[in-house]
């Protein structure tokens, strides 16, 4: 992998175009079955018509289909992030033990202050952003 001094990466070797037909199969799959990953999907194409999706990302696509992990190409992507993005000292927390649920695509966060208490307010995808106390 190559860094370049603006941002981005370049990694050479990250896929073959045998693994791309094979996993674009199980994307296909899971893209066609809009009941069985509502809560994964997210729209990334912007305004428009709403409910059409036009740029459709799914989020942990494994948790549907946990043999995806098995893919060379996953485990490369692995490498990389960690190497991008450090040592996975970030970590989701489910909201039975954070104490915080949050419904939709959460855009931005940032802590604010209201009469002098500190608030969490988040920016949510096409939304009204809300604002959560912390205790």
């Known amino acids: 992998m190559h860094l370049f001094s603006n941002g981005f990466s370049k ?10 037909a094979q996993i674009r199969s199980h994307y296909d ?12 999907r997210s729209d990334l194409g912007g305004t428009g018509t709403f409910g059409k999706e036009k740029i459709t990302q799914l989020m942990r696509p494994s948790s549907l289909i946990p ?3 098995n893919f060379k190409a996953y485990q490369n ?15 989701v927390l489910p909201y039975s033990k954070s104490g915080l649920r949050i419904s939709g695509e959460v855009r ?18 096409n939304e009204s952003a809300e604002a959560y106390l912390i205790n």
Request: avoid cysteine; charged fraction near 15%; aromatic fraction near 8%.
């Open 11 to 20: 990694y050479s070797n990250l896929i073959s175009l045998e693994t791309v």
């Open 108 to 125: 931005d966060i940032a802590m604010i202050v209201i009469s002098s208490k500190p608030y969490l307010l988040f920016a949510k995808n």
């Open 77 to 91: 992507a692995t490498v990389q992030a960690r190497y991008l993005l450090g040592d996975g000292t970030f970590r």
């Open 67 to 69: 043999t995806l992990k």
């Open 29 to 40: 799959t899971l893209l066609a079955n809009r009941t069985r990953t509502t809560h994964l």
